[in-house]
């Protein structure tokens, strides 16, 4: 059997070979065709941390992550396909890793970092070509990174029922961290709880969410970083009972020619607490001695050393006692 040799007739061969390229070609793009499809992908804040390490702060933080970057790639229908499928195979994102000491220059200055497009790894990225990124560029706001302690203070509105009163006032904690821009934290006032106690009558337990305003009362709570974001408060409330200061007598006589016209005192009444305070309907007084007196005199008692165990004088009222006898010459 004869062999036809390959050369035979090998222009006829070859123009052959280059048509069925261009018709594999001609099919392969009417059934998967290069095309570009526009992405619009959330801007992510790689290595942010890296800001705090070096003491800096992301002013404008808020305003990048809600960015949007447009990114157009071209490739065939069948390969985008991918990107649609997940969105984590294709990423934008601004990288602070190289971000230093040296950039306290920009504090308080723009300045502008690039916008970075990555595949994932699950893709072949030769397949894909970036054609468009918008914007290219994203201005970036720096400030120093500080922490402060703060101490909180309050304000209690109104008084509680009759006789009752505060007795403790506890807020847990006392004092908290602050941490944020410099430029912001300059600017707070002091922190200030406000809570009622109208018309109590029994221990009030509560917490109360920490508010942070600057001076010109903006709430810049959200712009900050709190070591507490709520405190605890503990009001104990206890009865108290008012009681009657009896007026003192009098051990012996005035001097011949004197007179006693009168005894002055005050408090006449006091506010008393304690276990035992409903044994005690009243307070009496030591005698004063005036045998042979001619002249005034005025005496002072410490209302607490007259009272008996499980008595005190409440907190507020005024614990000391004036007496004066006033003592004057007859006609």
């Known amino acids: 059997m004869n062999k036809i040799p390959f050369t035979k007739n090998i222009l006829l061969k070859l123009a052959s070979f280059a048509i069925a390229i261009i018709l594999w070609i001609i099919a392969v793009n009417v059934n998967d065709p290069t095309v570009t499809k526009t992405y619009s992908l959330p801007l992510e804040l790689a290595n942010i941390k890296n800001l705090q390490a070096?003491?800096?702060i992301l002013l404008n933080e808020k305003k990048i992550s809600e960015s949007r970057i447009d990114v157009q790639v071209q490739a065939t229908r069948n390969d985008l396909k991918f990107i649609k499928q997940n969105s984590d195979n294709l990423k934008a994102s601004i990288n602070f890793k190289d971000i230093d000491s040296s950039y306290q220059k920009y504090i308080g200055e723009n300045f502008s970092m690039p916008v970075n497009i990555a595949f994932s790894n699950y893709l072949n990225s030769s397949r894909y070509q970036i054609t468009n990124v918008y914007p290219s560029k994203v201005d970036v706001l720096l400030d120093k990174f500080v922490t402060i302690n703060q101490q909180i203070y309050y304000?209690?509105?109104g008084s509680p029922a009759k006789n009752y009163y505060i007795k403790e006032i506890n807020i847990e904690p006392e004092i908290i961290q602050i941490s944020g821009a410099k430029s912001i934290i300059e600017t707070i006032k002091p922190i200030s709880l406000n809570f009622s106690t109208s018309g109590a009558s029994k221990n009030i337990s509560t917490k109360s969410p920490i508010k942070i305003y600057d001076k010109n009362d903006n709430?810049?709570?959200d712009s900050l970083t709190l070591s507490n974001n709520e405190v605890k408060v503990s009001i104990e409330i206890d009865s108290y009972k008012t009681v009657t200061v009896e007026k003192p007598e009098t051990i012996g006589k005035v001097a011949n020619g004197y007179t006693l016209?009168?005894?002055d005192y005050e408090p006449k009444e006091i506010e008393i607490i304690g276990?035992?305070?409903n044994n005690l309907?009243?307070?009496?007084?030591p005698p004063i001695n005036?045998?042979?007196a001619s002249l005034s005199k005025t005496i002072t008692?410490?209302?607490n050393d007259l009272l008996q165990d499980g008595i005190q004088i409440k907190k507020g009222s005024n614990d000391k006692i004036l007496i004066t006898l006033n003592i004057e010459k007859t006609n």
């Open 261 to 263: 016209k009168s005894i």
């Open 281 to 285: 309907e009243s307070i009496k007084l």
């Open 290 to 292: 005036i045998d042979q």
């Open 155 to 157: 304000e209690n509105d």
């Open 219 to 221: 709430d810049v709570t």
């Open 275 to 277: 276990d035992k305070k």
């Open 54 to 56: 070096n003491d800096f």
């Open 301 to 303: 008692y410490n209302l």
